[in-house]
């Protein structure tokens, strides 16, 4: 089976910076996608970056030129660089990997930006 594990989550000042890691378990790691999702109280989660296996990668508009998403296929691991952070990217942010057209989720790590 595959397991999904996110961290580097916590509390940071707006303007500073964060970075997450996913690190996929398992077997075999053969994925089509890797991407991190986001979901903040009371509203959907909603996709901020993902990447496919050869690089190619597509942001959300509301993290363009703040966030950069890379993997490192040798280590079965996926990032997240967060920079200038704000108080709107206060959230649950999750790891999704798509191996052979199954998705697999994290349980997620907290990003919290407060003054």
């Known amino acids: 089976q595959v397991q999904v594990v996110e961290s580097g989550g916590g509390l940071v000042q707006p303007g500073e910076s964060l970075t997450l890691s996913c690190v996929v378990r398992?077997?075999?790691?053969?994925?089509?996608?890797m991407g991190w999702y986001r979901q903040a109280p009371g509203k959907e989660r909603e996709l901020v970056a993902d990447?496919?296996?050869?690089?190619?990668?597509n942001y959300a508009d509301s993290v363009k030129g703040r966030f950069t998403i890379s993997r490192d296929n040798a280590k079965n691991t996926a990032y997240l660089q967060m920079n200038s952070l704000k108080f709107e990217d206060t959230a649950v942010y999750y790891c999704?990997?798509?191996?052979?057209?199954?998705?697999?989720w994290g349980q997620g790590t907290q990003v919290t930006v407060s003054s």
């Open positions: 999704k990997v798509r191996v052979f057209s199954t998705d697999y």
């Open positions: 990447i496919t296996h050869f690089g190619a990668t």
């Open positions: 398992g077997r075999i790691f053969s994925s089509d996608d």
